[in-house]
């Protein structure tokens, strides 16, 4: 069965500087989908990036990117310039594309604070 | 576009008392999740639907709870009887569909959060 670590329950950055947030995942497929989901404060998960394990090059939304290493199965998020906007629960999870149900794993979160 | 709604947004009740949950999906979504997010944990999918069939319920403790998408449209979630470790924010969340290897994005709800006293 799969599943997705998160080691880090939670993180500060200051203001415009750049914070990782890491995740590990276990799976023995070849084919799936990871992502990074954003949880503010009671507010609705949304989602900020994703990355196709078939593709090498990692996925970069604006100041989002990520570091994936399939053969380490790890996917960090880095968010470049950190915003007060950008506190929240960061969730990573994964998504398998071989045949079957396709349901979602996710992990237990990382909560960001933004330092003004 | 209406983004998936929820209702109602907070509830509490005692143990042993029953709880229904509803949400309406994105339209023409065919896919339906129901999550549960205990404080503190990510969230756990409970069941999904393909329009109006149960596609997994595995993680659906089908002893007190229920799940139904009649029309293949909106979907009630119902707990019977409550336990106090029910108390979690139930999430429903819609994409277009899932029974393709092709991404399809998940759009979540706001959530009904559940106290159970």
């Known amino acids: 069965a799969q599943t997705v670590t998160q080691s880090q329950p939670e993180m500060s950055v200051q203001e415009a500087e750049t914070v990782t947030l890491s995740c590990t995942y276990d799976?023995?497929?070849?084919?799936?989908?990871l992502f990074w989901y954003k949880q503010p404060p009671s507010r609705q998960m949304i989602l900020v990036i994703r990355?196709?394990?078939?593709?090498?090059q990692n996925a970069t939304e604006n100041r989002f990117s990520v570091n994936f290493q399939k053969a380490a199965k790890s996917f960090s998020l880095k968010i470049s310039d950190s915003q007060l906007g950008d506190a929240a629960m960061y969730f990573c999870?994964?998504?398998?594309?071989?045949?079957?149900?396709?349901?979602?794993?996710f992990g237990t979160g990382t909560r960001l604070k933004v330092l003004a | 576009e209406a983004g998936v709604a929820q209702s109602p947004r907070y509830k509490i009740i005692e143990k042993r008392q029953s709880v229904a949950f509803w949400c309406n999906p994105i339209s023409g979504h065919a896919t339906l999740y129901w999550y549960q997010q205990i404080l503190g944990q990510g969230p756990k999918l409970l069941i999904q639907?393909?329009?109006?069939?149960?596609?997994?319920d595995s993680q659906l403790p089908k002893d007190r709870f229920s799940a139904e998408r009649l029309k293949g449209v909106d979907s009630t979630l119902k707990i019977q009887p409550a336990k106090l470790e029910d108390s979690a924010v139930y999430l429903c969340?819609?994409?277009?569909?899932?029974?393709?290897?092709?991404?399809?994005?998940?759009?979540f709800g706001p959530g009904t959060r559940l106290t159970v006293l």
């Open positions: 969340a819609s994409s277009l569909r899932i029974l393709s290897s092709s991404y399809n994005e998940q759009f």
């Open positions: 999870a994964y998504r398998s594309s071989e045949s079957g149900t396709y349901k979602y794993i």
């Open positions: 799976t023995s497929e070849s084919d799936y989908y």
């Open positions: 639907f393909q329009n109006n069939g149960v596609v997994d």
């Open positions: 990355q196709e394990a078939y593709k090498q």
